[in-house]
């Protein structure tokens, strides 16, 4: 969850040291950024801290787990998939180093939690009956060690990975720039602040750099 809160506390700060060079309505939409910012946020944290969609749901004690990586468009995330029986549930978790080397039926799973190895995960979204659109692609049987787990829990390269959808930032600021004028330096800010925008949902939906 370090990388999330950082990614969040940086898109914020963008939005504070761009405040006192704005006029009026500059600053009331960087007020209106930031407060999307933190009330989606706090959101996501509450459903990560909660468990909320593990509890009732009938996914407790040891069970088949797996975890795959769900590839669509530019979003890249991880997914726990456990199977009952006949019946195969999805559940989206936020990127823990943990996830390269688990494989499957590894993972313990509580009414509150799931723990791998010791270490807790946190759920990015809700347990589906429905399996994750776009392309799914299944842990390796081996662990992953070394050079590639070291390069995925890097932090420029989660970064990196989560600005491919800043191409869109330049579009929004020219937008800004129509409705609300400021030149060209209103346009830099503005790209600098959807870019970090961006970034952040990224991050907090819960991106998967491996």
Request: hydrophobic share 50%.
């Amino acid at each position: 969850m370090a990388y999330p809160i950082s990614v969040t506390i940086g898109a914020l700060a963008v939005c504070a040291a761009l405040a006192p060079f704005g006029t009026l309505d500059q600053v009331a939409a960087l007020g209106a950024v930031a407060l999307a910012i933190v009330g989606y946020t706090g959101y996501r944290f509450a459903v990560a801290f909660s468990f909320v969609s593990l509890r009732g749901a009938g996914t407790a004690g040891t069970v088949r787990v797996a975890r795959v990586r769900q590839q669509h468009r530019l979003t890249s995330r991880s997914w726990l998939e456990f199977g009952e029986g006949r019946r195969t549930r999805w559940l989206p978790v936020y990127f823990d180093p943990a996830l390269l080397t688990l494989t499957e039926g590894t993972a313990e799973v509580t009414d509150r939690a799931v723990v791998i190895d010791g270490r807790r995960l946190y759920p990015s979204g809700r347990l589906r009956e429905q399996e994750p659109i776009g392309r799914l692609i299944d842990n390796p049987s081996r662990p992953a060690c070394g050079p590639h787990l070291l390069a995925a829990v890097h932090l420029r390269r989660r970064l990196l990975l989560d600005a491919q959808s800043t191409v869109a930032a330049p579009f929004a600021a020219l937008l800004w720039v129509y409705i609300d004028g400021g030149g060209f330096p209103a346009f830099i800010a503005a790209t600098c602040v959807a870019a970090a925008a961006t970034i952040w949902l990224s991050a907090i939906k819960g991106s998967d750099p491996s």
